[in-house]
């Protein structure tokens, strides 16, 4: 996936607005199992090497994955890697080479 900041501004409005309708948020959080009751879900969750147990009606999961642009020589295509993270530079456009367009920045 191509992060750019109108993606991350997006991520932290709907998380704002989730988190005031009353919706609970974890972020990376190892999951260790989960059991359907009568009441809802019950979650055994690691965050930060701190095991707990959460209660919810419901449960989304969303699974990332790791860049692998260290091992695939990315730079070869023109595709330029941000220095202070492993994800790739991209355009306003979301463009990731400069050579696609001149005037891409």
Known sequence: MLLTPSIFLSARRTAAFL???????????????????GEGILAT???????????????????GRRPNTDRIA?????VELDEEAPCA??????????????QAT
């Open 19 to 37: 988190e005031s309708e009353g919706v609970g948020i974890l972020t990376r959080a190892q999951v260790h199992s989960v059991q359907k009751g």
């Open 45 to 63: 969750v690691q965050i930060d090497g701190e095991e707990r147990q959460v209660r919810a009606e419901r449960l989304l999961v969303a699974a």
């Open 74 to 78: 990315i730079e070869r295509a023109g």
């Open 89 to 102: 530079w991209t355009s306003t456009c979301a463009r990731t080479s400069r050579m696609c367009s001149p």
